[in-house]
Nanobody, 122 residues
Framework: VQLQASGGGLVQPGGSLRLSCAAS????????MGWFRQAPGKEREFVAV????????YYTDSVKGRFTISRDIAKNTAYLQMNSLKPEDTAVYYC????????????????WGQGTQVTVSS
């Protein structure tokens, strides 16, 4: 299974970006897709997750009301719409398939993409 993340870039504060994560196939073990991010010098942190059914969605508190996660089952793709971006959102964003368990913990995810850089700066 390969995950291809895209859509990162440089944006000014208050701007928007849409990340995409396309899976070559949907792992039998996966129940959804999530996004994590890692800023320089910091640990990787959970951002958002969505079940393949779309019935379960979680966000970390710092992005609630600004980020929206969605998925297209037919394309095995998840999206992260990021609005009202702040400098503290700057990080490498990773997508991963959720295998179940605690949604905000990395070990609950089995396949990971390569990451896409998001830089929020004026």
């Amino acid at each position: 299974v390969q995950l291809q993340a895209s859509g990162g870039g440089l944006v000014q504060p208050g701007g928007s970006l849409r990340l995409s994560c396309a899976a070559s196939e949907r792992p039998f073990s996966s129940i959804g897709m999530g996004w994590f991010r890692q800023a320089p010098g910091k640990e990787r942190e959970f951002v958002a997750v969505i079940s393949w059914s779309g019935g379960t969605i979680y966000y970390t508190d710092s992005v609630k009301g600004r980020f929206t996660i969605s998925r297209d089952i037919a394309k095995n793709t998840a999206y992260l719409q990021m609005n009202s971006l702040k400098p503290e959102d700057t990080a490498v964003y990773y997508c991963a398939t959720w295998a179940g368990g605690r949604y905000n913990r990395s070990p609950s995810y089995d396949y990971w993409g390569q990451g896409t850089q998001v830089t929020v700066s004026s």
